[in-house]
């Protein structure tokens, strides 16, 4: 079996966290012995083409010199479009160059697998000129045709709908097929994502973080729908002895704003902006935390979480999460099993239930237990993986 995998994010070099479960979905699946190639789009500095993990990796150009291709990573498409007219003018460049390579990159595959709907617009005729069926997988969580035309066609015409969560699917529509959207979620490398990780590791990288408090960590984009400004009001309002330090992991467009928040707060000595993690150390970061929190929200665009898959990698460590009761996160967070639900936008809610897990260290430790189990059992990528292939063996023997 040969597939095709298009996406507009993808690893665009070692460490790079950005369309990681992209990378490790093709990844197991290589492992099952699926020959897997990747069309991604291109970005300054990286290599056109790459054998990564086994996967065959071409990156295409969508605009001239390459420092001038903007609009894909960074923020992601959806922020770059809202910050600069640059941006949205490389759009219809980006769509052009994307179902030209796809002809040229899925020739020889027996099904394209398209993630998000601009992929999918490339996959839906590519796929019907070279004859071969298209699984289109939906992440985002404001996904709905009434919206996004965009949306709405590609789901109309793929073969097959996948979502990431039982929020995106309340979202799609049937496809033409007649099939229902599917749910197949994004899934968890439990090798390498546990509670036993060596935590030397994060102290040599983070040796001004204190080991006298607890650690409380979130990583994401610095985007409004994470919520982190909820996060430090927050810690403001937590009186705990000693108190707890907050971690923030990660890069976007509100990174200064975040700053003066925090020195507004007075909370520099209680808070850290830790900036871009590597991929290959997050698993040590979230072993030597105590608690993982994710204040997300619904935006302004009505944008919010179609998972949560740091949710997953921090259960997988054995890690309590606390996380907003918004979008596909209730997939994942069982409340009062393996973490806490709280309502978004509400500081005092977040200050309490973090409060309560750090001075209950009977429940901490049941909700890390329960929460190793519940990725192992739900959320394994061997799983998911192995979902996928009998999906595509299906669509391929039907079409």
């Known amino acids: 079996m040969r597939i095709c995998i298009l996406t507009t994010s993808f690893p665009l070099y070692r460490g790079v966290t950005i369309g990681t479960h992209v990378l490790e979905q093709a990844r197991h699946l290589v492992r099952r012995?699926?020959?897997?190639?990747?069309?991604?789009?291109?970005?300054?500095?990286?290599?056109?083409?790459e054998l990564m993990n086994g996967i065959s990796v071409y990156r295409f150009r969508y605009m001239w010199p390459q420092r001038c291709q903007t609009l894909c990573y960074g923020a992601g498409i959806p922020t770059n479009l809202k910050k600069s007219k640059w941006a949205k003018l490389q759009l219809p460049f980006l769509v052009l160059m994307f179902f030209i390579n796809t002809l040229r990159v899925a020739r020889r595959s027996d099904l394209i697998?398209?993630?998000?709907?601009?992929?999918?617009?490339?996959?839906?005729?590519?796929?019907?000129?070279?004859?071969?069926p298209v699984a289109v997988m939906l992440h985002h969580g404001?996904?709905?045709?009434?919206?996004?035309?965009?949306?709405?066609f590609v789901v109309k015409k793929a073969d097959i709908v996948l979502c990431n969560?039982?929020?995106?699917?309340?979202k799609a529509l049937t496809g033409n097929s007649g099939r229902e959207p599917m749910i197949i979620s994004p899934g968890v490398d439990t090798e390498r994502f546990h509670p036993n990780t060596d935590r030397r590791i994060f102290s040599a990288r983070e040796t001004d973080i204190p080991k006298d408090r607890p650690l409380i960590l979130t990583l994401g984009r610095l985007i409004g729908l994470k919520g982190f400004a909820y996060l430090i009001d927050a810690m403001e309002m937590m009186q705990t002895d000693p108190l707890p330090f907050l971690m923030i992991g990660g890069r976007g467009p509100l990174r200064k704003q975040l700053e003066r928040h925090i020195q507004h707060k007075g909370l520099e000595d209680r808070i850290k902006l830790m900036g871009h993690v590597p991929y290959e150390f997050i698993h040590h970061y979230h072993a030597a935390a105590d608690l993982f929190v994710l204040p997300s929200i619904i935006d302004q665009e009505g944008n919010t979480e179609g998972l949560g898959v740091v949710l997953l990698e921090a259960l997988a460590c054995g890690t309590p999460c606390i996380a907003s009761n918004v979008g596909g996160i209730t997939d994942i967070i069982k409340d009062?099993?393996?973490?806490f639900l709280v309502e978004p936008k509400n500081a005092e809610e977040l200050a309490n239930k973090i409060t309560a897990l750090i001075e209950n260290k009977v429940l901490k430790?049941?909700?890390?237990?329960?929460g190793r189990s519940f990725v192992e059992e739900n959320f394994s990528w061997r799983a998911k993986a192995r979902e996928l292939q009998a999906l595509y063996q299906q669509l391929i023997d039907e079409h």
């Open 165 to 170: 969560s039982s929020y995106t699917r309340s």
């Open 33 to 49: 012995g699926v020959h897997v190639d990747v069309l991604a789009p291109h970005h300054e500095g990286a290599p056109w083409y």
């Open 365 to 370: 430790q049941k909700m890390a237990d329960y």
């Open 336 to 339: 009062g099993k393996n973490g």
């Open 113 to 132: 697998h398209a993630h998000w709907p601009l992929s999918g617009l490339s996959a839906i005729f590519a796929g019907k000129i070279l004859k071969i």
């Open 142 to 152: 404001s996904t709905s045709h009434r919206s996004n035309p965009l949306t709405g």
